[in-house]
């Protein structure tokens, strides 16, 4: 059974950091291409950052690049988020997922075949 586990969500001011996590079952990670999208009240799932399987690549929407930094780290099956400089806007709950294998593109929901159950960011501003 494939699971992913975010955390690292909370409530911050605007400004300021956090970092989430996202724990995959053993099997389930390695050499997969994992990324990061946000669902905010009322809007359809976004792409936020995506990372290749050896870590070497990444991709980052225009509205978080600069500001999020993505990484991985095998030995601990987890993927990061980092998140600085946050705005009342980046407020969504934030999902990670695992890359489907032989998939052209990286931006789309259907790219990707598991999600973690998500966490939910607050920015206050």
């Known amino acids: 059974q494939v699971q992913l586990v975010e955390s690292g969500g909370g409530l911050v001011q605007a400004g300021g950091s956090l970092r989430l996590s996202c724990a995959a079952s053993g099997r389930t990670f390695s050499g997969y291409a994992m990324a990061w999208f946000r669902q905010a009240p009322g809007k359809e799932r976004e792409f936020v950052a995506a990372i290749s399987g050896g870590g070497g690549t990444t991709y980052y929407a225009d509205s978080v690049k600069g500001r999020f930094t993505i990484s991985r780290d095998s030995a601990k099956n987890t993927v990061y988020l980092q998140m600085n400089s946050l705005k009342p806007e980046d407020t969504a709950v934030y999902y990670c997922?695992?890359?489907?294998?032989?998939?052209?593109?990286?931006?789309?929901?259907?790219?990707?075949?598991?999600w973690g159950q998500g966490t939910q960011v607050t920015v206050s501003s």
């Open positions: 997922a695992r890359r489907r294998t032989y998939r052209s593109t990286w931006y789309q929901p259907d790219d990707y075949d598991y």
